[in-house]
Structure formats: structure tokens, C-alpha cells
């Protein structure tokens, strides 16, 4: 089989759809209709002559050659992206594309200056297509390991090999209560009590999954994957959970949220730029790189 462009594009669509889990959950991502998707992943089978994936009620599940190909596909895709930025590289231009994967909610905090590593890059070139894709905090460290994003912004509890990690700046973490719940505005005397007996939220995600050890009682009763989906929660009054403090000052200054024994409830985990050792010695990569470092002070 030959590979033309319509069949990068294909392939592209459906390493999506593996990453995403799905048809569905892949439209927001590739900003396009799941008839469209399902078109182009037919189009796809079709081409390639294989059953790539099973989709319906029982939901999305990759068929062994769909594996096959989704492993092929990541090497080709991050082949064809190396080829084209040594190409640029030898013209002594910065030219391709600057594929991020960030962790939610940074925006708010005035030490990222992710913007403006990016905006100094811009200036050096008009040639460069930057892409930005927010997601789980494991999800970083996997985008950058196989080859889909060119570097990352995130947390890390265990450093995963054949990545390099560089510390940025530290974020902190409070445990936060709302207006309505019993310890907004309880009694010193009654804190310890009524944490006992409050509903706190479980996450997988990995900013706080081992920083934690505050000996509450998690009971499960609610989980969230992304700090916005945890300010949902504690914003019913029911629940309580932590939340990076550059996040949750917007509550905070508007009365809404309060942090509960911040000497004692709150951790520090660092936020770190995540590199792949075999993708970071493209003149576009190290200059990326290099932007982001100057702009954190590194």
C-alpha cells in the first residue's frame, strides 16, 4: 500500500479516536462531526482492507490489527513530523508544527508563561502551526511518549522512561469548602468533627492522587477528573476538595470558597515541562524548548 496524504489524514483521525476513546469523545478534539469521523475511520478500513475497531452500544474496543495499525500509525505520524522539521532545519528555518499538551486550569496562574514562550517562537517564524490540547495529567506524559505532542506542561508522581522532566514552577494545593456547607463558617472547636463526617472528592487526577495524606475518610462518593469538574462539586456545598490556589481564588474573592486549614490541608507539587528524549533534538523542538526554559527563568 502506497501512502498518499488523504491516508496521513485518515490515520490521524484515527489515532484520535483511540486516544479519545471513541467517536464521540474525538469531535471536540478534531472539531468535525461524528459522521464525518465515522466516514473517514470507514474510509480508513476500507484502505487498509482490515476491521480496525468495534463501535456501537457495547461501546468503542480496538480489534488486534486496529492495535497493530494504531502502534504503526504513531511511528509513521511521528516519522513523517521529524522528516519535515529536518528539512526545515537544514534551510536554517523554524518551520512545522509545535504540538503541547497542558494540564488543565494553568492559565490561571501568573507563573505559567507558556503564552509566552509561544508568542516569542511566533515572532521568530510565521511558518509554525501551534496546537494545544488540554487533558489529564497522565494523559501529558503519554501524548509526549508516543510521539503526539511535541513536549508537555504537567505533573509527574513516577518519571517514565525515555522522558526528561524540568521542574518550572511549584503549585499549591488547598482543601476548599463552599458557601452552604457546614465548615464555611463553623466553629473552630467543630472542624475536626465535621471533616469527619464531610463528603470529599476523590480524584484520579494526578496532581493529588499521592501528595494526599490528610487521613479524611474517602468514601468515593464523588469523583472528577479535571480541577474544573471538582469546582462543580464543591460549588453544590456538599462537598469538599482541593484545588490549586491560583484556580480557586476566583471563589475565593467572590465569597464562594474557602480554604480549610490551609496550614494543615495543602501540598506543593511541581509543575514541570516533559520532553521526549528522541524528539527534542529537532532545531524546532530545542527552540520551543528553549523559549519556554527563558521564560520560566531557567
Known amino acids: 500500500m502506497q501512502v498518499h496524504d488523504v491516508d496521513l489524514k485518515l490515520l490521524r483521525v484515527f489515532v484520535t479516536i483511540v486516544e479519545c476513546g471513541g467517536l464521540s469523545a474525538a469531535e471536540s478534539r478534531l472539531n468535525i462531526g461524528r459522521s464525518t469521523i465515522s466516514a473517514h475511520l470507514s474510509d480508513l478500513e476500507v484502505r487498509l ?42 534551510k536554517q528555518q523554524l518551520s512545522g508544527r509545535v504540538t503541547i499538551a497542558i494540564i488543565d486550569t494553568l492559565v490561571s496562574d501568573p507563573r505559567c508563561k507558556v503564552a509566552q514562550a509561544i ?23 503519554t501524548a509526549v511518549a508516543n510521539g503526539r505532542s511535541l513536549l508537555g506542561i504537567g505533573v509527574s508522581r513516577h518519571h517514565i522512561r525515555g522522558l526528561d522532566y524540568t521542574p518550572l514552577h511549584n503549585e499549591t494545593n488547598y482543601l476548599y469548602c463552599a458557601s452552604g456547607h457546614p465548615l464555611f463558617n463553623c466553629n473552630t472547636q467543630d472542624i475536626s468533627r465535621l471533616l469527619q463526617r464531610s463528603d470529599v472528592i476523590t480524584s484520579n487526577y494526578m496532581r493529588d492522587k499521592e501528595a494526599r495524606n490528610d487521613g479524611l475518610n474517602y468514601q468515593n462518593s464523588a469523583i472528577a477528573y479535571h480541577d474544573e469538574g471538582i469546582a462543580h462539586l464543591i460549588l453544590t456545598g456538599k462537598f469538599i476538595g482541593y484545588l490549586p490556589e491560583h484556580y480557586a481564588s476566583y471563589w475565593v474573592d467572590k465569597g464562594l ?10 501540598y506543593q507539587i511541581p509543575v514541570m515541562l516533559i520532553t521526549s528524549k528522541n524528539n527534542a533534538a529537532t532545531p524546532l523542538a530545542q527552540a520551543m524548548i528553549e523559549q519556554i526554559k527563558r521564560c520560566h527563568l531557567i
Open 119 to 141: 508568542a516569542a517562537l511566533k515572532g521568530k517564524s510565521d511558518n509554525i502551526q501551534f496546537e494545544l490540547y488540554v487533558c489529564e495529567a497522565r494523559e501529558v506524559e
Open 49 to 90: 482492507g482490515v476491521k480496525l475497531c468495534k463501535r456501537g452500544r457495547s461501546g468503542f474496543e480496538l480489534t488486534e490489527p486496529g492495535r497493530i495499525t494504531y502502534q504503526a500509525s504513531l511511528e509513521l505520524l511521528q516519522q513523517c513530523e521529524a522528516f519535515a522539521n529536518t528539512i526545515a532545519g537544514s
Open 257 to 266: 470558597f474557602k480554604p480549610i486549614l490551609p496550614q494543615q490541608y495543602s
